[in-house]
Structures are given as structure tokens and as C-alpha cells.
């Protein structure tokens, strides 16, 4: 991980894979938060778009 | 004062604290850490006795001041508890990341950036070690400022 800190260009990749992983994160946590119901609605929407 | 003004006033002091906090994390990771080698040994101490020091005051309060106006915001919006508790994980997120990087600014830099700099009396030998913590902890910060940020605009613009 210092190895990573103590390079610039490497801090700056490691927060865009950070900030992939924070979306991904962020969507499982309302999925996980749905309802069956409201996950089917949301799905359905999302083929709508 | 109507509770509409009352919510732009705060977040208007939470963004203006927010630059303040991360353009001043950003100057010393982007412009001040990596030009410190070409600095002459002669002309160093005008950074770290007179720079730094006055960076380092406007840094610690901007992140002070970023999380209380920010923590003001989500309370006075009616969501504080439930980012906190990531059932709003959209700001929660970004709200954990930002107290984790306040928490890194009051407790671990400012603290060795007091030895590194001279401010409080100490060992000549912590010097170095208290400089590469402060170093390792600020492109931290930086590091999570990327996401932290990508989770704060994601509330007004979400991602996916």
C-alpha cells in the first residue's frame, strides 16, 4: 500500500478503481435494500431506458 | 430566516469549507510534496517554517468546518441517520469516506506534521518517520477524496 502512496500517479489510479468499486458498492446496497416488488418495478424501468 | 434559506446557507459554507480543504490537500500532494527535491536546502525553510504551517491552519479548520456544515446539512434534510447508516448509501458513502479523511487530518497528520515541521519540541530522529506518516496519511486523503467527491455530486447527478 506505501508503494502505492508514495506514488502520485498510483494514489490518483488507486482512487478512480476506488470510485469504480464505491458504484458497484452503492448498487448493491439499494438492491439488497429492495423488495421483491420494487426490485421487479426497478428492473422493469431500467429496460424501459 | 425561512428553513429553504437555512439550507442553502449551509450548504454554500460546506462546499466553500469543502474547497478550502481539499484545494489545500491537493496543493500539497499535486504541488508542495513533489517540488520540495527541487527546492535549494537554502530557500526550504521558507516552506516549512512559514508555508506550510499557514497551509496546515486553513487545511485542519476546512476540514472542520467541512464535516460540522456538512453533518448540519444532513440533519437539518432529515437523512443524517439513514447515511450514516447506509440505508442512503448514494451520500452515506461519501459522508464515511469524508469522516475518515477529517479523522486522518486532526489525529494522524497534523499531529507528525507538528514534529516534522519543528512546531512542538521532540526527537530530531522522529522528525523523518513523523514527515513519512504525515506523507503516506495526506495521499491517503487524496486517494479517497476521488470517490469521496464522485459520491457527493452523485446525489444531485447519480451514476448508473
Redesign the interface.
Given at each position: 500500500m506505501?508503494k502505492i502512496?508514495?506514488s502520485?500517479q498510483l494514489?490518483?489510479i488507486?482512487?478512480?478503481v476506488?470510485?469504480v468499486?464505491?458504484?458497484f458498492?452503492?448498487?448493491a446496497?439499494?438492491n439488497g435494500?429492495m423488495s421483491a416488488p420494487e426490485k421487479a418495478a426497478s428492473d422493469m424501468m431500467r429496460q424501459m431506458n | 430566516m425561512t428553513h429553504e434559506f437555512g439550507l442553502f446557507l449551509i450548504r454554500y459554507l460546506h462546499v466553500i469549507s469543502g474547497i478550502m480543504w481539499i484545494g489545500i490537500l491537493w496543493y500539497f500532494n499535486f504541488v508542495q510534496i513533489p517540488s520540495m527535491p527541487k527546492i535549494p536546502d537554502e530557500q526550504k525553510p521558507a516552506i516549512g517554517k512559514v508555508i506550510a504551517p499557514e497551509a496546515l491552519f486553513w487545511f485542519r479548520w476546512g476540514a472542520f468546518f467541512t464535516v460540522l456544515f456538512g453533518l448540519l446539512l444532513a440533519m437539518m434534510n432529515g437523512y443524517l441517520m439513514d447515511a450514516l447508516l447506509l440505508k442512503e448509501p448514494n451520500i452515506g458513502i461519501g459522508m464515511w469516506l469524508g469522516l475518515i479523511m477529517a479523522f486522518n487530518v486532526w489525529f494522524i497528520i497534523w499531529p507528525a506534521q507538528k514534529v516534522a515541521l519543528g512546531i512542538v519540541e521532540a526527537d530530531a530522529a522522529d522528525k523523518p518517520a513523523c514527515a513519512r506518516r504525515a506523507m503516506l496519511f495526506s495521499r491517503t486523503n487524496t486517494m479517497l477524496s476521488i470517490p469521496m467527491l464522485a459520491s457527493m455530486i452523485s446525489v444531485q447527478n447519480p451514476i448508473m
Open positions: 506505501a502512496l508514495e502520485l494514489t490518483i488507486a482512487g478512480i476506488l470510485t468499486i464505491m458504484v458498492a452503492t448498487e446496497i439499494y435494500q | -
